[in-house]
């Protein structure tokens, strides 16, 4: 898959497409079609004057390579069918991330002094609600992150403020213990933050997510793959030499 080509629901959509007609046509009878008409081909190309002049020999070793032939085209779709699976799944999960994400205010303004001015405005409004919290619990940080307002300035700043001290271990507040709280606090604040962020990635990321893992861990799917990974093929079982 091209990492130049933006994510979509359709991404998804072709990629189960290319899955449903490589495994419609992973079966023995494709497979027989295949070598039957590639035989008739060389019987076609050796026929002078109505007289067959390839030998059964020749016909069989025809046939072999055909059988192997089918198998390697196949193997060699599967797998890069597969691969697509896993760039798309990596795809996936790093648009999920960012999109969990809170961006800073000053990441959307264009104009280099502006920005510059958000970006200042940001770390003083971080400042202080660092001073705020300084001697609070980690109840008062849950209760200050529940309140917090996402359409307003401090209230985003507080935001990300908060998820980061989650994500790193709080180091960087001056918090007070407080052993009979500290616990359950702690574990309610992981969850509000962790709907939060997953409510701010659009849905259908996360059915895009279901389904390309779906996809590439399906039975059929994985099974047929391994199999003809594994030399046995499909093509290579019988044959059709007349």
């Given amino acids: 898959m091209n990492d130049d080509v933006?994510?979509?629901?359709?991404?998804?959509?072709?990629?189960?497409?290319?899955?449903?007609?490589?495994?419609?046509?992973?079966?023995?009878?494709t497979?027989?079609?295949?070598?039957?008409?590639?035989?008739?081909e060389v019987r076609r190309a050796h026929t002078v004057n109505g007289m067959l002049l390839a030998q059964g020999d020749a016909l069989a070793e025809a046939e072999r390579q055909?059988?192997?032939?089918?198998?390697?085209?196949?193997?060699?779709t599967g797998a890069s069918i597969d691969t697509a699976l896993e760039v798309t799944e990596g795809r996936i999960e790093q648009e999920i991330r960012a999109a969990e994400e809170l961006p800073p205010e000053h990441a959307t303004i264009l104009g280099d002094r502006d920005r510059l001015m958000v970006e200042i405005f940001t770390g003083v409004t971080e400042?202080?609600?660092?001073?705020?919290?300084?001697?609070?619990?980690r109840r008062q940080v849950l209760e200050a992150y529940r309140a917090a307002?996402?359409?307003?300035?401090?209230?985003?700043?507080?935001?990300?403020?908060?998820?980061?001290?989650?994500?790193?271990?709080?180091?960087?507040?001056a918090l007070r213990d407080?052993?009979?709280?500290?616990?359950?606090?702690?574990?309610?604040?992981?969850?509000?933050?962790?709907?939060?962020?997953?409510?701010?990635?659009?849905?259908?990321?996360h059915d895009a997510r279901t389904r390309t893992q779906a996809l590439r861990r399906g039975v059929r799917f994985k099974t047929t793959l391994e199999h003809l990974r594994s030399g046995r093929g499909i093509a290579t079982i019988a044959s059709v030499t007349r």
């Fill in 149 to 173: 307002d996402g359409n307003s300035h401090e209230g985003r700043v507080l935001q990300r403020l908060i998820e980061r001290q989650v994500k790193a271990g709080w180091a960087d507040l």
């Fill in 178 to 205: 407080d052993p009979d709280h500290d616990a359950t606090a702690l574990l309610e604040l992981q969850k509000v933050v962790g709907e939060r962020r997953t409510a701010r990635v659009p849905a259908w990321l």
């Fill in 31 to 40: 497979a027989e079609t295949f070598v039957s008409q590639g035989l008739d």
């Fill in 66 to 76: 055909l059988r192997r032939q089918f198998d390697r085209d196949l193997s060699a």
């Fill in 6 to 29: 933006k994510l979509s629901p359709a991404t998804v959509e072709g990629l189960e497409g290319q899955v449903a007609k490589w495994l419609d046509g992973a079966n023995a009878s």
């Fill in 127 to 137: 400042d202080r609600l660092r001073a705020r919290f300084a001697g609070r619990t």
